[in-house]
T-cell receptor, first 113, second 114 residues
Framework: NAGVMQNPRHLVRRRGQEARLRCSPM?????VYWYRQLPEEGLKFMVY????????ESGMPKERFSAEFPKEGPSILRIQQVVRGDSAAYFC???????????FGSGTRLTVV | KQEVTQIPAALSVPEGENLVLNCSFT??????LQWFRQDPGKGLTSLLL?????REQTSGRLNASLDKSSGRSTLYIAASQPGDSATYLC?????????????FGSGTQLTVLP
């Protein structure tokens, strides 16, 4: 069981470019979550998805950020027109149906230059 | 507002000591509480998951307790080792709202000195 797979591990983008972060959940998990960890801050919830559905996006910035979890393939967190303040570690987690715990990926560290 | 607080923010102990990390949460209506470990520049490793109906969980030298009524959890680490040095995060899945997201504390940064 490969666990939660995130790629790339590190991503450097210039201001104004787009960033695409990918996450493949753990086998058997149908719930995917994205969290952001800003430098020197705690983890903050962004969005919760199931296949082809966004269930809760209450933590997503209103502009430039979007997420999807298509029927086939990984979940994608997309950040358009990146700014320096988007520099952070972005973690994906997955969980099974029910009250099971979360499994986190190793994260994607985005640096905007 | 549903919040999770961890104290202390940082802790330094000599090798071999037993230690306790504290986590408090503002709403007793929870599904579960999970303790994670995060090494610098790395992801989160799940240590222990306590369901709301449970009082404690144990794994090796780690023991986590849960007292819902008082909104507290503790992570006990026995016979600490330098390899235990990391940031320890407490996360609560509260009932209500989307009821799926985790709310994290800010973490306790533990340093075990050889």
């Amino acid at each position: 069981n490969a666990g939660v797979m995130q790629n790339p591990r590190h991503l450097v983008r210039r201001r104004g470019q787009e960033a695409r972060l990918r996450c493949s959940p753990m086998k058997g998990h149908s719930h995917v979550y994205w969290y952001r960890q800003l430098p020197e801050e705690g983890l903050k919830f962004m969005v919760y998805l199931q296949k082809e559905n966004i269930i809760d996006e209450s933590g997503m910035p209103k502009e430039r950020f979007s997420a999807e979890f298509p029927k086939e393939g990984p979940s994608i967190l997309r950040i358009q027109q990146v700014v320096r303040g988007d520099s952070a570690a972005y973690f994906c987690a997955s969980s099974p149906v029910g009250a099971g715990g979360y499994t986190f990926g190793s994260g994607t560290r985005l640096t905007v230059v | 507002k549903q919040e999770v607080t961890q104290i202390p923010a940082a802790l330094s102990v000599p090798e071999g000591e037993n230690l306790v990390l504290n986590c408090s949460f503002t709403d007793s209506a929870i599904y579960n509480l999970q303790w994670f470990r995060q090494d610098p520049g790395k992801g989160l490793t799940s240590l222990l998951l306590i369901q709301s109906s449970q009082r404690e969980q144990t794994s090796g030298r780690l023991n986590a307790s849960l007292d819902k009524s008082s909104g507290r959890s503790t992570l006990y680490i026995a016979a600490s080792q330098p390899g235990d040095s990391a940031t320890y995060l407490c996360a609560v899945r509260f009932r209500g709202g989307s009821a799926r997201q985790l709310t994290f504390g800010s973490g306790t940064q533990l340093t075990v000195l050889p």
